[in-house]
């Protein structure tokens, strides 16, 4: 299986039925319980030692390293049991910090000790844990320790399965993470199709719109962005057919490569943050390739508008009126509020052309949802609750959390303008849901609707115990759990 470009992580997992004499062994202690491994009797009465010692009490996600004439120990905490899910990835995530000191590098756990499905989980979070970009340190950082997890379990066969699942999962969510690193100067357009492309070797069909026939199919929305830089645009459609007949389900992306605002042209200070305004593309790419890795039996077709967002001589200017895709005008006021004009031409491309059940777009679309809802939450918008409700419980699930914001006709309204059909920004205030309100405007025939508006979310500051800071891949782990859940719309 395919992890992302470079394997950009530190952490292999191999599966055993054998101890191995090269690893120290993880115990495992229960608050109620006490330590569940069985343990020689000269090695337990160490271990009672030391965490009196330590007054370690095993509560979840406490480590305690132990040193001693049997070798060193790592003692870990695992509360009075796990859930699946949540608890347990957050749990693997802090073991895979534990295994970021040597010895503990290289380690055992006896999953046989464990719930058959915590275990997949366990192994989700210390992966996801495990992933750095060090694509261009010519110098390695010292700081970063290869780990080695052997899992030994009496039945490796069954247990290595249900991890494929998960490590297709975790592959997406790092696909997406690549993705966002990459600088704008390698990653463009033309690059970011490359890379799409190279998911068709997971079974998705790979379909490139260069620039030229986007101008023949009419989409002005999006190349008036595109217009003032020197590389070409392109929409990408990946596909994915795992189900039988019916309507697809529809994934889209907003792919800025790099945005500094064309004319409208945003400050120096934080702009290098802008290359990751593909954030949203990058979600559904890593979400295609989670879902074609796990062969997910259903049809979802994703598809991004790739462009980059440069003032130049040719650039689109203030004013300036472009017809979409769909036949409505629009009036730029500001070039920075590009994400739209690239959104409406492929939502519109996609309902023309596949006649989906529904329609999840992903965006980095506005600094207003940040000033809304701070960066804890993506902002939902919808024209329909039962989606609504669907992609909010799909991120409840996998702690990517979305927090559904009001639409409606007063915003709508803002966008009237003087010359065309619409304007692409409105007033000073409420910017996120008039924003939402534009990509309104280009869905049909009340297709069940989201968009998540993920400026908030895509990049971090702040670690996680399952996330390192930087890229996240915000998302992908939304878009899976959302179509594992799928009840089909029509
Ligand atoms: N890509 C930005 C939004 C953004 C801001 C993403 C911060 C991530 C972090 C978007 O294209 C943009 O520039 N939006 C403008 C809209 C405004 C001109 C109406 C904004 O939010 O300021
Ligand atoms: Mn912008
Ligand atoms: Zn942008």
Same mark, same amino acid.
């Not at 059940?357 to 329909?384: D, H, R």
């Given at each position: 299986m395919q992890t992302g470009k470079n394997m950009p992580h530190h952490l292999d997992i191999h599966f055993s039925s054998e101890f191995s004499t090269t690893h120290v062994q993880l115990v495992l202690m229960h608050e109620n319980e006490g330590i569940i491994n069985k343990v020689d009797e000269g090695l337990m009465e160490t271990l009672l030692a030391a965490f009196n010692?330590?007054?370690?009490?095993?509560?979840?996600?406490?480590?305690?390293?132990?040193?001693?004439?049997?070798?060193?120990?790592?003692?870990?905490?695992?509360?009075?049991?796990?859930?699946?899910?949540?608890?347990?990835?957050?749990?693997?995530?802090?073991?895979?910090?534990?295994?970021?000191?040597?010895?503990?590098?290289?380690?055992?756990?006896?999953?046989?000790?464990?719930?058959a499905e915590i275990v997949p989980s366990v192994l989700c979070g210390a992966l996801s844990a495990s992933y750095y970009f060090d694509q261009y340190f010519t110098v390695k950082k010292p700081d970063k320790i290869a780990a080695e997890l052997h899992v030994t379990s009496a039945n490796k066969t069954k247990l290595s399965r249900s991890w494929s699942q998960s490590k297709a999962l975790v592959a997406g969510v790092f696909t997406a993470r690549d993705l966002l690193y990459e600088p704008a100067n390698v990653l463009y357009p033309k690059e970011f199709s490359r890379r799409c492309a190279e998911l068709e070797s997971v079974g998705l069909d790979v379909q490139i719109i260069p620039e030229k026939e986007l101008e023949t199919l009419g989409m002005g929305a999006l190349l008036g962005v595109g217009q003032g830089s020197r590389r070409d645009s392109?929409?990408?459609?990946?596909?994915?057919?795992?189900?039988?007949?019916?309507?697809?389900?529809?994934?889209?992306?907003?792919?800025?490569?790099?945005?500094?605002?064309?004319?409208?042209?945003?400050?120096?200070?934080?702009?290098?943050?802008?290359?990751?305004?593909?954030?949203?593309?990058?979600?559904?790419?890593?979400a295609m390739h989670a879902l074609a890795g796990r062969k997910v039996k259903r049809n979802v077709v994703g598809i991004i508008g790739l462009v980059e967002n440069m003032p130049d001589g040719n650039a689109q200017r203030p004013g300036d009126v472009?017809?979409? %895709?769909? @036949?409505?005008? $629009?009036?730029?006021?500001?070039?920075?509020?590009? =994400?739209?004009?690239?959104?409406? /031409? #492929? +939502?519109?491309?996609?309902?023309?052309?596949?006649?989906?059940?529904?329609?999840?777009?992903?965006?980095? %679309?506005? @600094?207003?949802? $940040?000033?809304?809802?701070?960066?804890?939450?993506? =902002?939902?918008?919808?024209?329909? /609750? #039962? +989606?609504?409700?669907?992609?909010?419980?799909?991120?409840?699930?996998?702690?990517?959390k979305c927090w559904r914001m009001p639409m409606g006709k007063a915003y709508d309204d803002m966008l009237k303008s003087h010359?065309?059909?619409?304007?692409?920004?409105?007033?000073?205030?409420?910017?996120?849901?008039?924003?939402?309100?534009?990509?309104?405007?280009?869905?049909?025939?009340?297709?069940?609707?989201?968009?998540?508006?993920?400026?908030?979310?895509?990049?971090?500051?702040?670690?996680?115990?399952?996330?390192?800071?930087?890229?996240?891949?915000?998302?992908?782990?939304?878009?899976?759990?959302?179509?594992?859940?799928?009840?089909?719309m029509k």
């Open positions: 010692l330590a007054d370690f009490t095993g509560k979840t996600g406490e480590f305690l390293p132990v040193y001693s004439s049997y070798g060193p120990v790592l003692i870990a905490g695992i509360g009075k049991g796990m859930d699946a899910g949540l608890s347990a990835e957050t749990w693997g995530g802090r073991l895979f910090k534990q295994m970021q000191t040597v010895p503990f590098n290289k380690l055992q756990i006896d999953a046989d000790l464990l719930p392109a929409v990408v459609v990946m596909n994915w057919q795992g189900g039988n007949d019916e309507a697809p389900i529809a994934l889209v992306g907003k792919g800025v490569c790099f945005d500094t605002g064309g004319i409208s042209l945003k400050p120096a200070k934080g702009m290098e943050d802008m290359k990751w305004d593909m954030g949203g593309a990058a979600a559904v790419t890593g472009v017809t979409s %895709l769909s @036949g409505q005008t $629009i009036e730029v006021i500001n070039t920075d509020a590009e =994400g739209r004009l690239v959104l409406a /031409d #492929v +939502l519109t491309y996609v309902q023309d052309k596949f006649k989906p059940q529904a329609i999840v777009n992903l965006a980095t %679309l506005t @600094g207003a949802i $940040i000033v809304s809802l701070g960066k804890e939450y993506a =902002g939902l918008f919808s024209n329909n /609750d #039962v +989606l609504a409700n669907a992609v909010t419980t799909a991120g409840g699930n996998v702690d990517e010359i065309a059909d619409m304007k692409n920004i409105a007033g000073p205030y409420g910017g996120a849901i008039t924003a939402a309100c534009f990509l309104r405007r280009f869905i049909k025939n009340d297709t069940p609707w989201v968009h998540l508006d993920i400026a908030g979310k895509a990049w971090s500051e702040k670690a996680k115990p399952t996330v390192p800071k930087g890229g996240t891949g915000f998302g992908v782990r939304l878009l899976s759990q959302m179509i594992d859940d799928w009840v089909d």
